[in-house]
């Protein structure tokens, strides 16, 4: 397969960002950055959205692929290497361009890179890191940069890419290793566990010689809501093996710690949970039997984080991060210019596909919640697979791409970072799949009435996290306002409280709202109203409904003999 050379610059934009458009695995940065004299550019934590794609997203970041030529065959791909589409890539000059001129007119914030496989791994990773040490360096370019990391790319490689980018990420794909079996031959789970488990051990390793949770400026707290992103494998208790070089010895003693620590080198191992695909899913992430890390000194020889291209670090003093290499002159940076910058300060990210592969609900859930416990992801993307390629190992989708069932994953996926719930509450292998008609949070509420009601005015945080209604905000905002008196229900409106959901499930000084009564049938009938409502708008976001006036999307109820005659003799 031949790469068109004869391009020019706007044709090759035109191929990749249209080739780009399928990866979803970008949001806000997650960097405060400020501007530089003697640079160009700044990110912001909260992201600037203020650019639209072609298809409605929201977008501040210029998304292209630096290639969409690719030795794989993956089946659900638009660059697979069997399909008859024009092949081009952009050279790392060609990016640093159109990365500068748009950021000079304002159209972007930052970049997003993600490439196809050129030749190798190595090849293709070799290129993206050119191509940002000369954004970095030649540019002096200091907005936000997102880039995929390449699996199966030399560890060397990762490594200095790390030192370079504000996030990094490794889709995971498929969320089982038959799927990637059956849609993906060419690429294994080992492949895509390494650089995932590397990228998670070099954040923790530096955020622990900065003693505490780098997103956060302060020491971590495994208590507080939220604490499940990101900042989770500083956990000491999970960190396995990212602080101290082991003996041979050591690690016979402490099996499960380091790096066959439910990583990338001990594939079938792992803790016996569920039966099935599950067990071996959750094998390969779970961490099994983590010991104690020795905290480093604050001066003097500190010791080595054993995290693969890491290892052999020089000593520093605890506020600055270890050097990737002995020397920063073999980054190719000047001494001092970028020796000061983090190792993937923003975290890594990763995507999975939903429904390409016969995987349910809980087994996506299950494996997102093992990825945010073992691997210290940010954030978990869902894609809903959209039919591209025709092939009699895709499924027919006569509905369109799930769109339904990929926003539930993402409800599920903000309950489990924020709001304190694990998977095995919100699903089960009873019940594998959401509710199509209620979220997941008002269906586990509905299922969990001996819980309800809850005084707002006496319940702890974490109680009034799992009402239907409240988020963190509001419920930090209950907290703090209570101590000054007794609230009431126009209070918790003012609170941002959702009251049309939170007053099935609230007592304030002891009493609900009148008219509404603890019952599950009558519940479930006040809330499906709204969320049919929102379903049919997320399956039929292009069409349209007939304006009524009635409020059809409520549950139907029979019509009794009462109301029948009444209607026959003209008396509503």
């Known amino acids: 397969m031949l790469i068109q050379e004869n391009l020019s610059i706007e044709q090759k934009l035109r191929i990749l960002t249209d080739a780009a458009k399928y990866d979803v695995a970008c949001t806000s940065s997650g960097v ?81 890179l993600s490439s196809g496989i050129l030749y190798s791994a190595d090849h293709t ?22 880039v995929k990391g390449i699996p199966g790319a030399d560890q060397e490689l990762i490594a200095r890419v790390g030192y370079l980018a504000d996030r990094m990420s490794v889709n995971l794909e498929l969320p089982t290793a038959q799927g ?21 051990r070099g954040i923790a390793a530096q955020s622990l010689y900065l003693e505490g949770d780098r997103g956060f400026k302060k020491a971590y707290d495994t208590g ?15 960190a396995g093996g990212v602080c101290t070089k082991e003996s041979p010895s050591e690690r016979a003693q402490n099996p499960g710690v380091g ?42 020889s500190a010791a080595s984080p054993s995290a693969g291209a890491f290892d052999g670090l020089a000593s520093r003093d605890r506020r600055s991060f270890p050097p990737v290499f002995e020397e920063e002159k073999h980054l190719g940076i000047p001494e001092g210019r970028y020796g000061s910058r983090h190792f993937v300060p923003a975290g890594q990210s990763t995507q999975m596909i939903v429904g390409a592969t016969p995987e349910n609900d809980f087994q996506m859930l299950t494996v997102t919640q093992a990825l945010y416990r073992s691997y210290g992801l940010k954030r978990v993307f869902f894609s809903a697979y959209v039919p591209i390629n025709l092939d009699s190992s895709l499924p027919a989708l006569p509905g369109g791409p799930p769109l339904l069932r990929e926003h539930r994953l993402y409800q599920a996926d903000w309950l489990l970072r924020f709001y304190g719930f ?38 702890d945080y974490a109680s009034l996290l799992r009402v239907p209604g409240m988020g963190v905000k509001s419920a930090r905002r209950i907290v703090a306002a209570r101590r000054q008196g007794k609230l009431d229900f126009p209070d918790l ?66 019509v009794c003999e009462e109301e029948r005659r009444s209607a026959v003799v003209g008396h509503l």
């Open 422 to 459: 694990s998977a095995e509450e919100l699903l089960s292998e009873g019940q594998p799949n959401f509710n199509v008609f209620l979220d997941p949070k008002c269906d586990w509420a509905l299922r969990h009435l001996e819980q309800f009601p809850v005084e707002v005015n006496r319940a």
């Open 493 to 558: 409106k003012g609170m941002g409280v959702v009251l049309k959901r939170a007053v099935y499930f609230i007592t304030c000084s002891g009493k609900m709202m009148p008219g509404v009564r603890l019952d599950q049938d009558y519940i479930t009938s006040c809330l499906v109203g709204d969320e049919r409502r929102a379903a049919w708008d997320i399956e039929h976001k292009d069409c349209y409904r007939q304006l009524s006036l009635f409020d059809d999307m409520k549950l139907e109820l029979p």
């Open 125 to 146: 990773m070799e290129l993206i890191y050119e191509t940002l040490l000369k954004l970095r360096t030649t540019c002096r370019f200091n907005g936000y940069i997102h």
């Open 259 to 300: 790096d066959g620590a439910g990583g990338a080198d001990s594939m079938d191992s792992g803790p016996d949970e569920g039966s099935g695909v599950l067990r071996e899913e959750n094998a390969m992430y779970s961490v099994k039997t983590p010991r104690q890390p020795a905290p480093f000194r604050s001066s003097g």
């Open 224 to 238: 507080r809501a939220g604490f499940a992103g990101g900042a989770a494998l500083l956990d000491p208790s999970r």
């Open 32 to 112: 405060d950055r400020k501007g530089r004299a003697d640079g160009m550019g700044s990110a912001t934590d909260i992201g600037i959205c203020h650019s639209f794609a072609a298809d409605g997203r929201c977008i501040s970041l210029l998304k292209i692929l630096l290639t969409n030529q690719c030795i794989y065959d993956c089946k659900y791909c638009v660059n697979r290497c069997s399909n008859d589409a024009v092949r081009t890539a952009f050279t790392p000059d060609e990016v640093c361009t159109l990365t500068m001129e748009f950021y000079r007119r304002n159209y972007i914030e930052g970049l997003f």
């Open 180 to 200: 990637l079996r059956d849609l993906a031959p060419g690429k294994t789970r080992d492949k895509i566990l390494r650089p995932m488990r590397q990228i998670q």
